[in-house]
Every structure is written in structure tokens, then in C-alpha cells.
């Protein structure tokens, strides 16, 4: 059984998770940051220089959560559908927009209406078996996006940066082109990347584009024919079709043969009338088919076009509602980004008296201690005690012991003004388990000392109550403590990344770009 997953498959994938952002019932997206202490060989591998491949596994996700310090909803506005950027540059040869293009087509069809016995690779200019893996559409610099519907049999594009906003087509560089929509400055900021662009339709584009008209057509000379200009009507099923109400081709004969669209003898073969409704389209060279005039009431002479051979006009059928409807679906956007940016110690939530190495992305966790899903817009993911009666200044990832207990955590950062200790607990030994693998949590009111700070304080169980903090923002503590706000463990982890180090200041952004492709 012969069968394929459609590039469509991907872009319907693409489309329900950028949904899922948005609509009535939306899934809940947290984007967290964690793993202050370094990478090594006796607890994640790796190095800081040469960080481990995330493992994809059950246990794996319970060290994640671990190691998370802190994080931020993703918003609808924070996600975008992307394709692979492409820059516009002057004497480049660019593929052009294509209905057939892929592996294993069959040559009789669908003229014949049934496949004849002749496969073929359709390929674009480039050589490319997909049509969205080409290079069919391009951004200039003032970021402008076109669609290349001509590319001149495969010349380079040769000529001034386009500018036009037009809902017609228009030639420019020896090309045709179609403008779909300009990125925003605010899109620019936010989600355009060395090899990403985001991906939006223009509603003035949209509202222009037509159902089935055909807008481009592709020309074999041919030879033997009568100079002229003539007219034919393009076949099919689209609205009137082989009348002179539907679709009608203009072509020009010069030196005996049909001209290729571009500047060759100074004239263009082109759609006179691009009609609606055409899914598609067919048009036959005959003395009886060829008109001189585009009412086709004139047929031309005898031998005219009988006399000549070799000369086809193949109709490029456009994407369904016309080009501009949907930029998304007819440029391939099976990527989607997911932007967001960490700032400072935004809300007092992000700490910035440390570093991170790993990124991952939770769908719907649920808020500490409940099951409902968590909707603040950024989390704290670190434990925290208040401490009294301390000595010393603990500092960053330091090991922290509390001898009646027997737990052991790391240090993520120390408030010295408000006395407050932030620790996490990674299930390693000496990062939050103790020689032989025993785990506790710190609770009671025991000192907790740092293994290298030398630094001791003890929990204030008398502690009960919100801390202000340097933003205004408060933490609240129940008997000395206070827990993550996020239950760990929850929801479902759907991204996960380690990379070298990152070092956070409060007077630092974090801007941080993840692309998925579908």
C-alpha cells in the first residue's frame, strides 16, 4: 500500500499549537529556566563547555523540575508561525511559485484524467522536491515579504529592492511578484532570528485575493509559428471555462515562437483574464482554439498555429481562496516560535544572584499544593526559608546541610537584607541527597549551615507572614518557609534544553527564541 503524511499534516500540526495559545479553552504554557550548579560527570555528565543531550525519559523529567529555579508564562502574543528566512539579494536566482512540485508525479495528469505509466520528479528551479523547502518567497530589508509567482525560466532576479504593497501582481527584476505582508516592528523585535521569520496575513491582501484565478502561467516556445498576438481560453473547471467569460491566456509569437514571459523581445506572454473557480486548467494550441482578438469570435488563419509544433502553456493553478488568502498556509509555515523574555528579577520571581543552563517548557502545570493550573504570569520555582540569628554570607550554589534532618540543597541566591535563603534540591549527592542517597526536605527550625561559606542560620518558624522584597513584591512563609509555585512534577514537559551557562543581572534581558518545527 502506497501512502504519504502530507505537508499539509504538518501545517495542520503547526496551526492547532499555535491555537492552543488562544482559544476558549487554552492550554496554559510555562517557559522555566534552572540549573545553577555546574554540569559534571558524577551527576548530569557533560561540561559547561560541552553541555549534555537532554535525555528523554520519565525519570529525566522529575530532575528538570529539580533543577528549575524560576520561570514565565508564554503568552498568546509571545508565539508566532515562522518559516525559514529568506533574504532578498539583488542578481540571485530565486524558485517560483509552483502547484505541482514533489517527487513521483504522474505526466498524464490530470489532462488524462488517469495516470499514465511515466513518473517524474517535479522539481523548482533550485532542486528542490517540496515546494515550502524553496525558495519561492523572499523578505527585503525594510521587511517586506513577497511571493515569487515568475521567475523568468529560471534567471536571476536582477534589479531594484521591491517596495510595492500592491494587491495586483507587478513586475519587477525580470520577475513577477506577489507583496503578502510586512513584519512589525514589534514581530521584528520579538520573533525575527538569523534563520527564522514569523509569519502573518495581511487582511488587505487577504481581501483582494480570488478564489481559483489563474495568475501564472509557464511557456515552451515551441517553433514554426505565425508571428502575432492571439488569445486562447483556458479549459477546465473553473467558472465559464473555454469561453470567453472564464480564464482567458494572451501570448505573442516572434521569430516563430510562443515568447517565455520576461523581457525576451520586449513582450510578455500573460493571463489576459485570470477568471475564478479553477482547481484545474488546461489550454490546447490550435488553429480552432487560437483567437487574434479576446472576445474569441476571430479565429486565426489556417496554419497558423497548425503549422508550428513544440509549443505548450501550462497552467499553475494557485493556492485554494487565491494568492494572499492565507500567508501562512501557502508559504509552509510548519514552524512556530515561542518568544519570551526574562527581565531582571521581573515581579521578584526571577532570581538574578545566579546563572541557568537549562530551559524547558511545561504545558498546564498546576499552582503549588492544587490541582488547578497555574495562571500567574511569572513563578518562582526555588524554596525559600527565613532565616534569624545568621552568621556569615551563604553564597550561590553552595552546599547546604541541616544536621537533624539530614538534607542537603544547593544555595540558588541569598537576600542578606531580608534574611532570606533560596535552595533547591537536585537528587544528586551533595546537591540534595546525602552520602548514601538519603533525601529529606529542610523543615524545623535546626540550623542549615553552607559547606563553604561556612555561613549558619536558623529557620524562624515564627514566620508567617508576605515579605516585601526589593521590587515590592512579596514572598509569604508558613512557619519559615515558603514553596515553589509551581507543583513540581506537574502538567506535561514538552521542550527541554541545556546549554552552556547563563549569567543574570537585574539590570539584564534574557531574550529568548524557541522554534519548533512541525
Same mark, same amino acid.
Request: contains cysteine.
Given at each position: 500500500?502506497?501512502?504519504?503524511?502530507?505537508?499539509?499534516? &504538518?501545517?495542520?500540526? #503547526?496551526?492547532?499549537?499555535?491555537?492552543?495559545?488562544?482559544?476558549?479553552?487554552?492550554?496554559? @504554557?510555562?517557559?522555566?529556566?534552572?540549573?545553577?550548579?555546574?554540569?559534571?560527570?558524577?551527576?548530569?555528565?557533560?561540561?559547561?563547555?560541552?553541555?549534555?543531550?537532554?535525555?528523554?525519559?520519565?525519570?529525566?523529567?522529575?530532575?528538570?523540575?529539580?533543577? &528549575? *529555579?524560576?520561570?514565565?508564562?508564554?503568552? #498568546?502574543?509571545?508565539?508566532?508561525?515562522?518559516?525559514?528566512?529568506?533574504?532578498?539579494?539583488?542578481?540571485?536566482? %530565486?524558485?517560483?511559485?509552483?502547484?505541482?512540485? /514533489?517527487?513521483?508525479?504522474?505526466?498524464?495528469?490530470?489532462?488524462?484524467?488517469?495516470?499514465?505509466?511515466?513518473?517524474?520528479?517535479?522539481?523548482?528551479?533550485?532542486?528542490?522536491?517540496?515546494?515550502?523547502?524553496?525558495?519561492?518567497?523572499?523578505?527585503?530589508?525594510?521587511?517586506?515579504?513577497?511571493?515569487?509567482?515568475?521567475?523568468?525560466?529560471?534567471?536571476?532576479?536582477?534589479?531594484?529592492?521591491?517596495?510595492?504593497?500592491?494587491?495586483?501582481?507587478?513586475?519587477?527584476?525580470?520577475?513577477?511578484?506577489?507583496?503578502?505582508?510586512?513584519?512589525?516592528?514589534?514581530?521584528?523585535?520579538?520573533?525575527? *532570528? !538569523?534563520?527564522?521569520?514569523?509569519?502573518?496575513?495581511? &487582511? *488587505?491582501?487577504?481581501?483582494?485575493?480570488?478564489?481559483?484565478?489563474?495568475?501564472?502561467?509557464?511557456? +515552451?516556445?515551441?517553433?514554426?509559428?505565425?508571428?502575432?498576438?492571439?488569445?486562447?481560453?483556458? =479549459?477546465?473547471?473553473?467558472?465559464?471555462?473555454?469561453?470567453?467569460?472564464?480564464?482567458?491566456?494572451?501570448?505573442?509569437?516572434?521569430?516563430?515562437?510562443?515568447?517565455?514571459?520576461?523581457?525576451?523581445?520586449?513582450?510578455?506572454?500573460?493571463?489576459?483574464?485570470?477568471?475564478?473557480? @479553477?482547481?484545474?486548467?488546461?489550454?490546447?494550441?490550435?488553429?480552432?482554439?487560437?483567437?487574434?482578438?479576446?472576445?474569441? !469570435? *476571430?479565429?486565426?488563419?489556417?496554419?497558423?498555429? =497548425?503549422?508550428?509544433?513544440? /509549443?505548450?502553456?501550462?497552467?499553475?493553478?494557485?493556492?485554494?481562496?487565491?494568492?494572499?488568502?492565507?500567508?501562512?498556509?501557502?508559504?509552509?509555515?510548519? %514552524?512556530?516560535?515561542?518568544?519570551?523574555?526574562?527581565?531582571?528579577?521581573?515581579?521578584?520571581?526571577?532570581?538574578?544572584?545566579?546563572?541557568?543552563?537549562?530551559?524547558?517548557?511545561?504545558?498546564?502545570?498546576?499552582? @503549588?499544593?492544587?490541582?488547578?493550573?497555574?495562571?500567574?504570569?511569572?513563578?518562582?520555582?526555588?524554596?525559600?526559608?527565613?532565616?534569624?540569628?545568621?552568621?556569615?554570607?551563604?553564597? #550561590?550554589?553552595?552546599?547546604?546541610?541541616?544536621?537533624?534532618?539530614? #538534607?542537603?540543597?544547593?544555595?540558588?541566591?541569598?537576600?542578606?537584607?531580608?534574611?532570606?535563603?533560596? %535552595?533547591?534540591?537536585?537528587?544528586?549527592?551533595? %546537591?540534595?541527597?546525602?552520602?548514601?542517597?538519603?533525601?529529606? +526536605?529542610?523543615?524545623?527550625?535546626?540550623?542549615?549551615?553552607?559547606?563553604?561559606?561556612?555561613?549558619?542560620?536558623?529557620?524562624?518558624?515564627?514566620?508567617?507572614?508576605?515579605?516585601?522584597?526589593?521590587?515590592?513584591?512579596?514572598?509569604?512563609?508558613?512557619?519559615? @518557609?515558603?514553596?515553589?509555585?509551581?507543583?513540581?512534577?506537574?502538567?506535561?514537559?514538552?521542550?527541554?534544553?541545556?546549554?552552556?551557562?547563563?549569567?543574570?543581572?537585574?539590570?539584564?534581558?534574557?531574550?529568548?527564541?524557541?522554534?519548533?518545527?512541525?
Amino acid at each position: 500500500m502506497a501512502a504519504i503524511i502530507t505537508e499539509k499534516f &504538518s501545517l495542520h500540526n #503547526a496551526a492547532q499549537f499555535f491555537e492552543s495559545f488562544s482559544e476558549a479553552a487554552p492550554t496554559v @504554557y510555562y517557559m522555566l529556566f534552572g540549573k545553577t550548579t555546574p554540569y559534571t560527570s558524577l551527576t548530569t555528565s557533560g561540561t559547561d563547555l560541552l553541555p549534555p543531550a537532554p535525555a528523554n525519559d520519565v525519570s529525566s523529567e522529575y530532575y528538570i523540575w529539580d533543577q &528549575s *529555579t524560576a520561570g514565565k508564562k508564554i503568552a #498568546a502574543s509571545d508565539v508566532t508561525h515562522a518559516i525559514i528566512r529568506r533574504d532578498w539579494v539583488n542578481n540571485t536566482i %530565486y524558485d517560483m511559485y509552483e502547484d505541482n512540485i /514533489g517527487p513521483a508525479l504522474w505526466t498524464g495528469y490530470p489532462l488524462a484524467q488517469t495516470p499514465d505509466d511515466v513518473v517524474i520528479n517535479k522539481l523548482t528551479t533550485s532542486g528542490k522536491s517540496s515546494l515550502y523547502e524553496s525558495t519561492f518567497c523572499f523578505r527585503t530589508t525594510d521587511n517586506r515579504v513577497y511571493k515569487v509567482i515568475d521567475n523568468n525560466s529560471g534567471v536571476a532576479y536582477s534589479g531594484s529592492e521591491p517596495t510595492s504593497e500592491s494587491n495586483s501582481l507587478f513586475s519587477q527584476g525580470g520577475y513577477i511578484l506577489k507583496y503578502m505582508y510586512t513584519i512589525t516592528t514589534t514581530e521584528q523585535t520579538k520573533f525575527l *532570528t !538569523t534563520d527564522f521569520m514569523p509569519v502573518s496575513t495581511d &487582511s *488587505t491582501v487577504s481581501a483582494a485575493a480570488v478564489d481559483g484565478k489563474i495568475e501564472s502561467i509557464i511557456v +515552451t516556445p515551441g517553433s514554426g509559428y505565425t508571428n502575432g498576438t492571439y488569445y486562447t481560453a483556458v =479549459n477546465g473547471d473553473g467558472v465559464n471555462a473555454g469561453t470567453s467569460s472564464g480564464a482567458i491566456i494572451s501570448f505573442v509569437v516572434s521569430g516563430g515562437v510562443i515568447v517565455k514571459f520576461g523581457i525576451i523581445f520586449g513582450s510578455d506572454t500573460v493571463v489576459y483574464d485570470g477568471g475564478a473557480g @479553477y482547481r484545474f486548467g488546461t489550454v490546447t494550441l490550435t488553429d480552432a482554439t487560437v483567437f487574434t482578438d479576446a472576445a474569441l !469570435t *476571430t479565429a486565426v488563419n489556417t496554419g497558423v498555429i =497548425n503549422n508550428g509544433g513544440g /509549443g505548450a502553456i501550462q497552467i499553475v493553478i494557485s493556492p485554494k481562496s487565491g494568492h494572499g488568502f492565507d500567508a501562512v498556509k501557502e508559504l509552509g509555515a510548519h %514552524y512556530v516560535i515561542m518568544a519570551s523574555q526574562f527581565v531582571g528579577a521581573e515581579r521578584d520571581d526571577l532570581h538574578v544572584g545566579n546563572d541557568f543552563r537549562n530551559i524547558f517548557i511545561v504545558a498546564d502545570p498546576t499552582t @503549588y499544593g492544587t490541582s488547578t493550573v497555574a495562571s500567574d504570569d511569572t513563578v518562582r520555582q526555588s524554596y525559600a526559608s527565613k532565616l534569624k540569628s545568621v552568621s556569615g554570607t551563604f553564597v #550561590a550554589d553552595e552546599k547546604i546541610t541541616q544536621a537533624s534532618t539530614g #538534607a542537603v540543597a544547593t544555595v540558588v541566591e541569598w537576600d542578606a537584607i531580608n534574611s532570606i535563603l533560596y %535552595y533547591q534540591q537536585e537528587r544528586y549527592t551533595d %546537591y540534595g541527597t546525602n552520602s548514601t542517597g538519603g533525601y529529606a +526536605t529542610l523543615s524545623g527550625a535546626n540550623a542549615i549551615t553552607g559547606a563553604t561559606s561556612s555561613a549558619v542560620g536558623t529557620p524562624d518558624l515564627t514566620a508567617d507572614d508576605a515579605v516585601t522584597l526589593a521590587n515590592g513584591f512579596t514572598i509569604t512563609f508558613t512557619d519559615g @518557609y515558603a514553596n515553589p509555585e509551581l507543583e513540581p512534577d506537574s502538567g506535561n514537559i514538552i521542550y527541554n534544553e541545556n546549554r552552556a551557562p547563563i549569567t543574570r543581572a537585574t539590570d539584564q534581558t534574557e531574550d529568548i527564541k524557541i522554534v519548533v518545527e512541525f
